[in-house]
């Protein structure tokens, strides 16, 4: 058995640190390897809030209730033990987070207070300021830089994770990353390796992710053999900032405090909507879902607005639609979603308390995700993954502010997995004996080829070509004919792909290198999606086809498993475990569907 | 003014067909620095970022010499991760919430300039290391010593006031803006206010507040807390608007009381 065990965790987001808090805890040694440091992962995005039924309302709220609603919200594609063992969990997780000294808002009698969020009807969302995954992540970062400190944790921070080193056997013995100064590679040999990659939102160009969000390890790992699970299902948030660089989310909370969605009725009006008169505004949500309006579920809010614009009535001729407060007492707005709109006002200048805010879908977050068994295992033996990289938890859908707490919970189920699979793995043999020096040599090949390479391509402008793609039509409403199309889109694009050329002469902390590899990886993973989707004949969560608008439990109540194969992806299905919940038709327009 | 009492914001209103972005520059660390100038066509809400991903795409400079593609970093862009800090037009901020509106109005000419932070190694054009700043981290002991992570439910109940004073001062993202202003801070000789600012964070705390000793030893050593000259550049330039020079009085404040009575405790 061994004794001093070494884990190699990728990615210090909440879900990597809190393995990496565990594993330390335990008394093993951790390699940490980020892209950045890991203070500045993209989990500090995060806003709203963290779920965990503590009950502290009075509501009779429990585990078991947020089991359902994350089931429910999911239409029943998550497989479910997992689910119960995190939602049971969850209120332990706050917990620790207030003991680690994280500034919850509190109430009057100064416990931890709890906000409402989408998909459930009981206040179950603790928060810090607006800022809630800023504060958890410095939480967790503390603790890590405590652990680093006393020499349990060994930080590679500005390091990329380019592959995986396999043995013979397809077992995962350590990874190569390369140092995105000196762009010098290293092999991270390890007992055991957590992927904690974070989501693939840049695949779609613009979304809410942080610009870290390639998914491009975690598709080194699916060409690698591992599993990729669920691919097809993006959540899309209907309410985005639309940037130049990035979309900025724009909390539901707006349309929470009486937000009014709208566009002017004549296509392509130029006037400035405070001109527009109110019979030439077109409220749609409101028209069409009388009973509910602007509060519909994210989303049907998606799909409205997405259709509205590819009719042309998007504002100015452009993807956008006005949501609108300025009907709002302008006190009433301050105190209540001060935070929120500076985010608007610093990045677009305009103040929504007096100009209607312009906003359109964004993509999101992804429920897809490596392959892992109810212990965060990955097929590949020795290759664990936790947090938005793997699939589990969410389904068809996620819920606001169940995504940190899966992270959390992710890694804290991790930990001991592979502290477990190091102890019993055999060390001694010689099947490791070159593999490290031969997967080397593969990724310096790679990086010298792309070095050499020239042509007429540029890949900022093939990315760019490859998000509109994607967001198009692989996002809110999706038809068979233009996924095919998209798919035959992306090979036109991994072709192209040889003939760019990277405009940088000087290597040294160059960034044209590492953004082809991202890039290579992202065709790879999108095809992934695309073919997910396609395969998928049926609308369940956020996967939705005009063509087959119903959800079909008979054929489809099944995950998507892709592996990965030189000429497409190999496609097949897994039965779900639904031995917890009963799947019931998901329909928000009567109030939740409960079952007796 | 308009009708309804709110003051409008200015806006630019005859903006320029394209905007000179100048960058400062450096190959490699230790390298020579020099200046690149880029012209970029204006759109509307353009930030720093998207003017930087427009050149990217055509490292070519107003003269029309090919060049390679400004290196910087980016990651969250909405001024929360801290790293695109760089120094705009003189002052030292977040790329991503600087707007090009914005800095046309404040300068009345179409021309922008972006340097590098300049109290840290300048890794190549506008990245910057800012490892110091987490190492600082470590001597204030910034965290939280717990028992153990298994579950031991919530802390101390804590009034809101006390929540939201700590959560002012635990929204900083080390991005270094403050030691760029600082006039006493270079090549590393101070802890400066960052990390005087976190140790008062874990000091308020009532757990944290048991470690308060070994935090206020990391800032009393020779880079210690007596190298701020009060010049207050600090606050003036924190994005996160934390209350630095208050941390800095209360926690000198500390250390006096702590010398004072620190024998009783022997
Ligand atoms: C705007 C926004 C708001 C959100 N709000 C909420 C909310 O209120 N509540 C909620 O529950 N969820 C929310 N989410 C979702 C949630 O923030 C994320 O799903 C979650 O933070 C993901 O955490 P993670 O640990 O999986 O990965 P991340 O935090 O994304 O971290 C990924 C890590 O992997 C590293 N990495 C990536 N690739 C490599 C590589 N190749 N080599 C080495 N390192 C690598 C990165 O450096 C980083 O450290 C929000 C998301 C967004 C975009
Ligand atoms: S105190 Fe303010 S300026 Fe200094 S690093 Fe923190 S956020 Fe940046």
């Given at each position: 058995m061994a004794t001093n065990i070494k884990i190699a965790i990728v990615g210090g987001g909440l879900a990597g640190l809190a393995a990496a808090m565990k594993i330390a805890e335990a008394g093993h040694e951790v390699d940490l390897i980020s892209v950045v440091p890991v203070k500045r992962s993209h989990s500090v995005c995060a806003q709203g809030g963290i779920n965990g039924a503590v009950n502290t309302k009075g509501e009779g709220d429990s585990p078991a209730k947020h089991l359902d609603d994350t089931c429910y919200g999911g239409d029943f594609l998550a497989n479910q033990p997992p689910v119960k063992r995190m939602c049971d969990m969850a209120p332990q997780i706050i917990y620790l987070f207030d003991r680690m000294g994280v500034p919850f808002s509190r109430t009057q009698e100064g416990l931890i207070d709890f906000r409402r969020f989408g998909?459930?009807?009981?206040?179950?969302t603790a928060f810090a300021g607006a800022s809630t995954g800023q504060q958890l992540l410095y939480a967790l970062d503390e603790q890590v830089r405590k652990w680093e400190s006393a020499g349990k944790v060994n930080k590679y921070e500005g390091w990329e994770m380019l592959s995986l080193v396999l043995d013979d056997h397809q077992v995962c013995r350590g990874l190569i990353a390369m140092n995105l100064q000196t762009l010098e590679l290293k092999e991270f040999k390890a007992d055991a390796v957590i992927m904690a990659t974070g989501g693939p939102g840049l695949i779609f160009g613009k979304s809410t992710n942080s610009m870290t969000c390639t998914g491009s390890a975690v598709s080194a790992a699916y060409q690698q053999g591992a599993k990729y699970a669920n691919g097809e299902f993006i959540q899309v948030h209907p309410t985005s900032i639309p940037g130049e660089d990035k979309l900025r989310l724009m909390s539901e909370s707006a349309r929470g405090e009486g937000g009014r969605v709208w566009v002017p009725k004549n296509q392509g009006d130029k006037r400035n909507p405070k001109d527009i008169p109110t019979n030439e505004r077109w409220y749609f949500l409101e028209e069409k879902y009388p009973a509910y309006g602007n509060l519909v579920p994210r989303d049907i809010a998606t799909r409205e607005i997405f259709q509205v614009c590819i009719e042309g009535y998007g504002v100015a001729g452009e993807n956008q639609v006005y949501l609108d407060l300025t009907h709002i007492p302008a006190e009433t707005l301050t105190r209540k979603l001060g935070a929120i709109l500076e985010i608007y006002e610093m990045f677009v200048g305009d103040d929504p308390r007096y100009v209607p805010m312009r906003i359109f879908p964004g993509v999101h977050y992804?429920?897809?995700g490596l392959w892992v068994d109810f212990e965060q295992r990955t097929n590949i033996p020795g290759l664990l993954a936790a947090g938005e990289c793997d699939y589990s938890i969410h389904g068809a859908n996620r819920l606001g502010a169940n995504s940190l707490v899966s992270c959390v919970y992710g890694g804290f189920t991790a930990a001991p997995a592979a502290i477990e699979y190091a102890k019993n793995v055999d060390r001694k043999n010689t099947e490791t004996n070159g593999i490290y020096a031969a997967e080397l040599k593969r990724q310096q090949e790679i990086n010298d080829s792309i070095a050499k390479n020239e042509g007429s391509e540029n890949q900022y402008k093939l990315h760019d070509e490859l998000g509109k793609w994607m967001t198009d039509n692989v996002t809110v409403v999706r038809y068979n004919d233009k996924l095919k199309a998209t798919d035959e889109k992306i090979l036109e694009l991994q072709d192209r792909f040889k003939h760019i050329s990277i405009n940088d002469s000087n290597l040294w902390a160059t960034q044209a290198i590492p953004h082809a590899r991202q890039l290579w990886n992202m065709l790879e993973l999108a095809r992934v999606i695309t073919l997910g989707a396609l395969n998928r004949d049926e609308s369940r969560g956020a996967h939705y086809k005009p063509d087959f608008p119903d959800r079909n439990d008979e054929k489809y109540l099944k995950s998507t498993i892709a592996e990965w194969s030189a000429e497409a992806p190999i496609l097949s299905y897994e039965d779900v475990d639904i031995s917890l919940v009963e799947p019931r038709k998901r329909d928000y327009s009567k109030g939740k569907g409960k079952t007796a | 003014m308009s009708a309804d009492g709110h003051i409008e914001k200015k806006r630019l209103e005859n903006p320029p067909q394209t905007i000179d972005v100048k960058i400062k520059r450096r190959e490699k660390l230790g390298g020579e620095q020099f200046w690149e100038t880029f012209s970029v066509p204006y759109r509307r809400n353009l930030n720093v970022i998207s003017v930087l991903m427009d050149i990217r795409k055509n490292p070519v400079t107003k003269e029309g010499k090919e060049t390679t593609p400004p290196v910087w970093d980016m990651s969250c862009l909405e001024q929360v991760c801290g790293i695109c800090t760089m120094v705009i037009n003189g002052r030292v901020r977040q790329s991503c919430s600087a707007l090009i509106d914005d800095l046309l109005l404040a300068t009345g000419n179409n021309v922008i300039t972006l340097e590098p932070?300049?109290?840290?190694?300048?890794?190549?054009?506008l990245k910057v290391d800012r490892t110091p700043m987490f190492e600082h981290l470590k001597k204030v002991q910034a965290w939280i010593e717990l028992d153990g992570t298994h579950d031991l439910g919530p802390a101390d109940r804590m009034s809101n006031e006390q929540a939201q004073e700590r959560y002012a001062y635990s929204?900083?993202?080390?991005?270094g803006c403050c030691l760029e202003a600082c006039p006493q801070y270079y090549e590393d000789n101070y802890i400066g206010p960052q990390a005087i600012a976190q140790a008062r964070l874990f000091n308020m705390h009532p757990t944290g507040k048991m470690n308060m000793d070994e935090r206020l030893e990391g800032l009393m050593q020779e880079d210690g807390i007596t190298n701020c000259g009060n010049a207050q550049n600090c606050v003036q330039v924190c994005p996160m608007s934390i209350p630095l020079t208050k941390a800095i009085y209360q926690t000198n404040r500390d250390i006096t009381i702590n010398k004072l009575f620190g024998w009783l405790k022997k």
């Open positions: 998909g459930t009807l009981h206040h179950r992804s429920m897809g | 932070m300049s109290k840290f190694p300048n890794v190549r054009d929204r900083c993202m080390t991005c």
